[in-house]
């Protein structure tokens, strides 16, 4: 009995034990990790913290602001013109939100991805980034470079969610889910802007000039941030002047002067090698751009490292350019195609490059040059164009007939027909931008002079070896009287559609512009006569009377549930909320016209 | 190509040491234990010189029935070792002549235990057989002790080593399907990798989790253990009776124990073989020609051609006339297949391979026991090449022994080796799913054809070295028979020491320590597989995704410990009461740890190795430790074997949560009266055997957190990223998440009630329990606006309630001398529903009160359009897509709003949406009957539930007309058309175009009625006579025939597999499997 009570009292001991027995054996730290306690202290750590905000900004197809070419995906900016008049894709990707956009067919769904509302986890990180940069232990001066870049980052994101939404909530802060912030009503449009237009001062002020890296693919600098700048400013000064709203012009000449200091006092000049049948998309074919002096910021790739689908889903897409694209460049007069008598028109694909500005055959595949760009993989082969359902002998066909190479260059396509295996760069931002942007900004402003053309669109068309744009003399094109502008400003815009092609700018261009009307232009193609359907033989496409010229085109979309774009002016300048977007917070509102 | 037991190189010098030490070690210990304690070295030899050289016996006796003290007729008495041997004549009586007095005795009838009883010199050996049956007195492994089955009164269901025994199962899970009631065991896959997985009474929380399974009570993977070292299952399946697992115990304990020795000296040897096929429902249109017309047809809805008419004429040509001169034509230079590819039969063997041995060596004495066993499973996958296919190895060591040094103290040593290997073709990108492989256009060439010339006559020199490579088209072709390897191997060594104190009578103290090393070595080869395309004029070698090559090692070293303590006091002194305390105290600790390190671009494809590359290099590990802590008590207390109660509870921490939330207490109650003890219920003596209610009720705790082992600490993500500037990878940190302080346990309570029987001189069985669940404070993840821009952290918001039950019913009967049967019926059902739930807008999509877990939501199908004027009379489908016409699918308008659509996807406007199914699983049997006639056994399993199932719409899902490569002969017959309009699907449209999928919206019209009854398993087994088997030395010898899967039933409409309909890319089909086995023990 003696035993039960010595074994029993040890039972019990034992158990009374365990009442103490929350101890550090029960502490368990995560043993491969950090914390905000323990990170913040050196440059190096505010450089790992930044990284990931470029990483973000690179390949988060929810953060379109380095949008460059994101892996394995159709998020390119080479697809962004799908929204556009400019190209469009034959039938095998039909469904994607690029058609849909462009035919007017969106409407709110639930989820946010749809129509792009997110991306607040990078704000976030922004926000807790600029909370914390203060605790490292470095000299101001060094704390304000990354501040710098945090603040670059939040007035992109800001712009973008501006530009597609209207009146967006402004966060600055770190939120918790006891934030007020996040149940307020959206935030004004203007207030939203003034933050952005601080942040991008911000940054202008505190970016170095050069941080080192040779123009390799690196950080933001200075001359990025006034680029970015210009462009954000151009934006917000001609919505407010053709939507209506005030202070344009203060916008406007913030484009204006931010695209001046990068022009003028900047390291860039356009890339030139005196070949004005080459130059202008040469750069746009190579791996490597560093030390390009045009290029200003870029993402490159590399082979088993980092690659994209760009150019296999390009090629793959069947994208063409428009007719109404390829009909904007002018002859080499100077003149558009409407007046002048170098027009050999369009019965044939050989006769639309003729007499033309040099820019349109760097951009379209003529049938000669289809053995130059190794699109036709040998002498033996039909030369292209080679129209969608032709079969047999030939090279990656297309929907319209035009076919885009302006960024083709096979052997960044290590291996055709694969997914992910491009090591195409994307070019971010390059001079010709500042360019467009400055003349625009000051024709809009009413003070272009002649000087500054010379500085600018002249320069483009130097390159290309394309006549002066004379200010004195600006033709006159009898398609584009009726569109309220003045020829000035027609030609600059043109210009701007030309020299940016596929470079994702149309669709932004045309809202802000409040020329949506344009976007119910179906898509057209190459002319379809007689002669085009022997020549093609095979081509599976459908074809529609042009109601201008009475003639017989492609008619790209035909048949599909794209056929007849539209373009409700009351609602389709922005984008719809997304449902679940408005159920978790009504204050919100859902934008005019999609209610 | 490295060969996968290489891999055995990779374990650490230290630890193959250290297995190779303890096992020898105890090898040698048993020896010399056995010869110590008096085992006979060699029994058999030393009974043969015995029958020479010893005196002879004349022995008799009468056999009886243990539990109606009936006498025997029939039964089979052996001499071990020997020729000798007789049965029981009418009256029960046998006599042997001329048997050495020191002989065995082997006692046999089939539905009884058998018996060995040693002769010692007697010459009337009088014996009582004991029913194999599941008697009153069987004893129940339960939490951390054992109890009488008279005496539970908890809900636990058992399955004993028979149901694991001559069966062709790869792995456990497999075994225990349909066997214990309300145990719902999913297999989700065919291939002998994936396990099994295990639900308790069904859905528990909207978390997910599974039941905590133990083994000889340590925490194992059940599918990585040997079936054949089980003795007993059991399934906790009420708080009360798995309350001494506290905070684990949420889903259900599975308690796994292992064999022990038995009496004398056992070894026995088994080996099996079986064969494999995937089931396949599947009909392809197989002939080019016939397939192209019909594409083309399909195509032109979205405005494309898959083939052109030259083409066509020249599929035409070889439809025609299949001669290998119209196999292949060049056109400008375009290689073309004229033929009829089959994937299927390329790609997959008709027959898989399996095999199975294992070995095993017992016995015991008093003073001693032990059990050595060894396994060895291979199986081979379903790729038709010998070289390439996955090949499977499982290694299994099992050592017990139980040393009894003095009267009040006992100590047992065990260690548990289980061993994996597998060896499969590379995972290269896109998928290798037996899906995708079979759906495959039979147009499509595989490998360069030999032709007498290709472009110009004379120019087959230049080809030549193509010949037989792989096209690009081949799709995953190449990549499965000419890629590098996917290689892993895992090693789970437990080493567990365990003492049991019983100092004095009625105490029990018991101790036992486990320590788990693990180890798993797993290797990835990307290795080049050049291929080629057909245009050749433009030839070129094509990389397609094998390129860039890389190799990638990663190497996983896990080390767990679990230290149990109990002692239990049982206290019988006052009659008609009995008392029974337990007190035990539970810890334990893990630790998990990797390295991972990838180099890109092998400097050549046959060395494979990370110094042999020549490209950038990545490295990535991590570490993580957890610890728990529990203390539990069982208070039993039985009056007069009528009255039973049962109290149990646990006090558990754990390292999951901070220090001030992190203990919880979990407590529960069981009462049971044994009616049939009563003395109103003595005239029912006869027949009623057992009737017993029981009621519990408990609370447990659930932890829910899967590997997150921090949940309530803030961390920052860090890294390489790829080639953010120049070059490289560039290292990164990112922000933390939300996390909240004020997580704490999810709790689960459980109120049961149950009704034991046992009729007829136990010939029929039958428990039936009902209960109902509720978990509380699930954790449940929070939405709050986006522009929060992280994931809010969990809340422990959300409630639900299970309701369900279940029963078992057993008849066991023998016919005359030589027949016997029995069945077996377990059958269970269970629903649940939310009943807390934070949805404000009511989107039925997500969780909502009131909500029946499974529920399907969709439309009503009206019918299929007939014309294009009823398309415009009837209510416009615009909302959920365009383009109507003659053809697509009409739904009905339920809301009246002369408009189908979705509504706005809420409960209060559902549009014409409504519940039209369920996919939850109701009613799940399993029916096991088994017949005897002599020494012949047949037994069968039917396994079966009932549940609706809506097929997955995604791309090139399998179900749906015309949304893969492949096409079915049923999707032209069943496809809507001019002549077939009752047909089942709508008109021909190609699904890939988004827009097509308007057709097969969720509706009520395609939904499935899944339910099946598969016949899971069939046995035919036969022990040879005693009489000749005796002669070989042998104790038994059994021959069986067996079949896995061997039939099934269910209206789901092909190729879809009820059984096997939830994942997402059927990547390995369920398989049939029919084997052959034998089993001979000495």
Not at chain 1, 273 to 295: C, F, I, M, Q, S
Not at chain 2, 19 to 36: P, Y
Not at chain 2, 647 to 655: C, F, V
Request: net charge negative; glycine share 8%; hydrophobic share 35%.
């Amino acid at each position: 009995m003696k035993k039960i009570k010595v074994e029993l009292g040890f039972l019990f001991f034992a158990i009374f034990l365990f009442y103490s027995c929350n101890d550090e054996y029960l502490e368990r730290y995560p043993l491969d990790r950090i914390s905000m306690e323990t990170f913040w202290n050196s440059e190096n750590d505010l450089i790992a913290y930044n990284n990931n905000l470029y990483y973000m900004a690179f390949n988060d197809v929810n953060v379109p602001i380095l949008k460059g070419n994101p892996s394995g995906s159709s998020h390119s900016i080479w697809y962004l013109d799908l929204f556009s008049d400019n190209i469009a894709v034959g039938s095998s990707r039909l469904g994607t939100s690029y058609e849909i956009v462009r035919a007017g067919k969106h409407f709110p769904t639930t989820s946010p991805r749809d129509w792009g509302y997110e991306g607040w986890n990078f704000l976030r990180a922004v926000n807790i980034g600029l909370e914390n940069y203060d605790k490292a232990d470095v000299v101001q001066a060094v704390i304000d470079k990354y501040a710098a870049e945090a603040r670059l980052f939040r007035g992109l994101f800001y712009a973008d969610k501006v530009s597609r939404f209207g009146n967006v909530p402004w966060v600055d802060k770190e939120l918790n889910v006891d934030s007020e912030e996040l149940y307020l009503p959206r935030s004004p449009r203007e207030e939203v802007m003034n933050n952005v237009l601080a942040d991008l001062t911000f940054a202008i002020e505190k970016l170095p000039d050069d941080w080192g890296d040779g123009n390799a693919p690196g950080r933001v600098n200075r001359w990025a941030a006034l680029l970015f700048k210009s462009r954000i400013c151009l934006f917000e000064g001609t919505w407010l002047k053709y939507h209506g709203g005030t202070n344009a012009g203060t916008w406007l000449q913030e484009s204006a002067d931010a695209a001046r200091e990068l022009i003028e006092e900047g390291p860039y000049s356009l890339y030139s090698k005196g070949d004005t049948l080459r130059d202008y998309n040469a750069y746009h074919r190579v791996l490597d751009l560093t030390g390009n002096p045009e290029v200003i910021y870029w993402e490159k790739f590399e082979y088993g490292i980092k690659m994209n689908s760009t150019m296999g889903y390009w090629m793959e897409h069947r994208g063409g350019a428009t007719k109404s694209m390829v009909e904007d460049y002018l002859c080499i007069d100077g003149l558009p195609i409407s007046i002048s008598p170098l027009y050999q028109g369009d019965a044939k694909i050989e006769d639309v490059f003729v007499n033309r500005d040099p820019r349109l055959r760097q951009t379209i595949l003529h049938p000669d040059d289809g053995l130059y760009y190794m699109i036709q993989y040998n002498e033996n082969i039909i030369p292209g164009p080679w129209i969608d359902g032709m079969t047999g002998n030939i090279g990656p066909a297309c929907g319209s007939g035009y076919h885009v190479v302006k960024i083709y260059e096979r052997t960044m396509h290590i291996q055709h027909g694969q997914n992910n295996t491009s090591t195409t760069p994307s070019i971010l931002l390059r001079l010709g931008e500042a360019m467009l942007n400055f003349a625009e900004a000051k024709a809009e402003l009413g003070t272009l002079t002649q000087a500054d053309l010379d500085n600018t669109i002249n320069k483009l068309r130097d390159r290309v070896g394309m006549p002066h744009m004379d200010i004195s003399n600006i033709p006159v094109d009898p398609r584009y009287t009726g569109e309220g502008v003045s020829p000035l400003i027609v030609e600059i815009r043109r210009e701007r559609r030309i020299e940016l092609f596929m470079e994702g700018f149309r669709y932004d261009d045309l809202r802000r512009w409040k020329q949506g009307k344009k976007l119910e232009i179906p898509s057209m193609g190459i002319l379809w006569d007689a002669a085009a359907i022997a020549r093609y033989p095979k081509a599976a496409v459908k074809s529609s009377v042009d109601p201008v010229s009475g003639k017989t085109y492609i008619d790209i979309y035909k048949g599909t549930d794209y056929e007849n774009p539209v373009f409700d002016e009351t609602k389709h300048y922005l984008w719809p909320l997304p449902l679940d977007v408005l159920s978790q917070n009504p204050e919100l509102g859902q934008n005019p016209g999609w209610q | 190509m490295k060969k996968k037991h290489d891999l055995w190189a990779y374990v650490p010098p230290s630890l193959k040491e250290l297995i190779m030490i303890t096992g020898i070690t105890f090898l040698i210990t048993m020896v010399c234990k056995s010869n110590v304690l008096g085992i006979p070295a060699s029994s058999g030899e030393h009974v043969n010189k015995a029958v020479i050289e010893s005196q002879q016996l004349n022995v008799s006796g009468t056999i009886t029935d243990a539990s109606t003290r009936e006498t025997m007729t029939g039964v089979n008495i052996q001499v071990k070792g020997a020729v000798i041997g007789a049965i029981t004549d009418a009256q029960g009586r046998y006599s042997l002549t001329g048997v050495d007095r020191n002989a065995v005795l082997v006692f046999s009838f089939i539905g009884y235990i058998t018996q060995e009883v040693p002769l010692n010199g007697r010459v009337t050996l009088n014996i009582s057989l004991t029913p194999e049956t599941v008697g009153l007195e069987e004893v129940v492994v339960i939490g951390y002790g054992t109890v009488k089955k008279a005496n539970l009164t908890g809900s636990v269901g058992v399955a004993n080593s028979k149901r694991l025994e001559n069966r062709p199962i790869a792995s456990t899970g497999h075994a225990l399907q349909g066997v214990i009631p309300n145990l719902n065991i999913s297999i989700r896959s065919g291939d002998p990798k994936t396990r099994a997985e295990l639900n308790v009474r069904g859905f528990e929380s909207i978390n997910g989790g599974d039941p905590l399974v133990l083994v000889d009570g340590v925490p194992m993977t059940l599918d990585m253990i040997n079936p054949s070292d089980i003795a007993s299952i059991n399934v906790l399946k009420d708080a009360s009776s798995a309350a001494v697992y506290g905070a684990r115990a949420a889903f259900g304990v599975i308690l796994v124990e292992t064999k022990k020795g038995r009496e004398g000296l056992n070894i026995s040897f088994s080996a099996e073989t079986s064969l494999s096929k995937p089931i396949m429902y599947l009909d392809l249109i197989s002939d080019s020609y016939e397939y192209s017309v019909l594409r083309n047809a399909v195509y032109e809805d979205v405005g494309r051609v898959y083939l052109s008419e030259e083409r066509l004429a020249l599929l035409k040509r070889y439809h025609d006339d299949p001669t290998p001169e119209n196999l292949w034509t060049v056109v400008d230079g375009q290689l073309y297949y004229n033929g009829n590819t089959d994937f299927i039969d390329y790609m997959i063997t008709d027959f898989a391979p399996q095999q199975k041995y294992d070995m095993n060596i017992s016995g015991a004495t008093e003073k001693a026991s032990y059990y050595v066993s060894f396994g060895y499973l291979n199986k081979k996958g379903y790729l038709n090449n010998k070289e390439a296919n996955l090949d499977y190895d499982r290694f299994n060591v099992l050592m017990k022994a139980d040393f009894k040094l003095t009267k009040w103290l006992s100590i047992d040593p065990k260690i548990a080796l289980n061993t994996e290997f597998n060896d499969e073709p590379h995972f290269y990108v896109g998928d290798r799913a037996l899906n995708t492989i079979v759906r495959l256009p039979p147009t499509d060439p595989i490998t360069f054809p030999d032709l007498p010339y290709y472009l110009e006559p004379g120019d087959r020199d230049q080809w030549k070295q193509y010949i037989g490579m792989y096209f690009t088209g081949a799709r995953n072709a190449p990549f499965a028979f000419k890629g590098g390897r996917d290689l892993y191997g895992t090693y789970d060594l437990w080493l567990t020491q365990g003492a049991t104190l019983t100092p004095v009578k009625g105490l029990r103290i018991r101790s036992d320590f486990s320590y788990q090393v693990y180890t798993r070595m797993s290797e990835a080869q990307q290795t080049e597989i050049p291929m080629v395309g057909s245009n050749l004029l433009d030839f070129q070698i094509i990389y397609a995704q094998s390129k860039p090559t890389y190799i990638q090692n990663r190497s996983d070293y896990n080390r767990y410990y679990v230290f149990n303590t109990y002692g239990e006091y049982t206290l019988d002194k006052f009659s008609g009461h009995y008392f029974k305390v337990m007190v035990g105290f539970n810890q334990e600790w893990g630790r998990n740890q990797y390295i991972q390190a990838r180099a890109n671009d092998l400097a050549t494809s046959n060395i494979r190795d990370l110094n042999a590359t020549t490209g950038d290099q990545l490295t990535a590990g991590g570490k993580s430790h957890l610890s728990l802590r529990g203390a539990f008590y069982r208070l039993n207390y039985i009056f007069q074997d009528k009255y039973l109660l049962e109290a149990n509870g646990r006090y558990d921490l754990t390292s999951r949560f901070p220090k001030e939330s992190r203990m919880g207490f979990f407590p529960s109650i069981s009462v049971a009266w044994r009616i049939s003890k009563e003395s109103f219920m003595k005239s029912t003596n006869e027949w009623l055997n057992n009737l017993m209610i029981r009621a519990s009720y408990g609370t447990l705790g659930n932890q829910l957190l899967g590997s997150n082992y921090y949940p309530y600490i803030s961390t920052m993500g860090m890294g390489l990223r790829p080639f953010i500037f120049d070059t490289g990878y560039i290292p990164y940190v990112s922000p933390p998440g939300l996390v909240s302080s004020e997580l704490t346990w999810e709790t689960v309570t459980t109120k049961n009630l149950g009704l034991d029987l046992l009729l007829f001189n136990q010939q029929l069985e039958f428990t039936a329990d009902i209960y109902r669940r509720e978990t509380k404070d699930m954790l449940m993840n929070q939405s709050y606006p986006v522009i929060l821009g992280t994931d809010a952290p969990d809340a422990n918001a959300a409630d639900l309630a299970t309701k369900g039950w279940e029963l078992s019913i057993t008849w066991r009967d023998k016919i005359g001398t030589n027949w016997g049967y029995s069945i077996n019926l377990a059958l269970s059902d269970n629903q649940s529903e939310i009943t807390k739930y934070k949805n404000p807008t009511g989107a039925y999509n997500d969780y909502y009160v009131g909500k029946k877990i499974g529920e399907i939501w969709g439309y009503e199908t009206y019918g299929i359009f007939q014309s294009d004027d009823e398309v415009a009379e009837a209510p416009s489908q615009a909302a959920i897509g365009s383009g109507w016409e003659a053809g697509d699918v009409r739904y009905k308008n339920l809301n009246n709003d002369d408009v189908i659509s979705p509504g706005s996807n809420t409960l209060d406007d559902p549009g014409d949406r409504k519940i039209i199914g369920n996919t939850s699983a109701r009613y799940s049997f399993g029916i096991n009957p088994e017949i005897t006639y002599k020494n012949w056994s047949l037994n069968l399993f039917f396994q079966g539930l009932f549940r609706d199932y809506y097929p997955s719409t995604g791309s090139h899902r399998d179900f749906w007309p015309f949304n893969t490569d492949g096409f079915e002969h049923w999707w032209v017959e069943e496809s809507w058309s001019e002549d077939n309009k009752d047909a089942y699907f709508p008109k021909p449209r190609f699904m890939r175009v988004t827009s097509n999928a308007k057709n097969f919206t969720t509706q009520t019209r395609f939904l499935q009625n899944a339910s099946y009854i598969r016949l899971k398993n069939l046995t035919l087994n036969y022990n040879l006579p005693q009489g000749l088997i005796g002669r070989l030395g042998l104790s038994t010898a059994q021959v069986y025939v067996a079949g896995f899967n061997v039939w099934e039933y269910s209206k789901i409409h092909k190729p879809l597999d009820p059984e096997y309909i939830f994942t997402t890319d059927q990547e390995y089909f369920m398989q049939r499997t029919y084997a052959i086995g034998i089993k001979v023990a000495f």
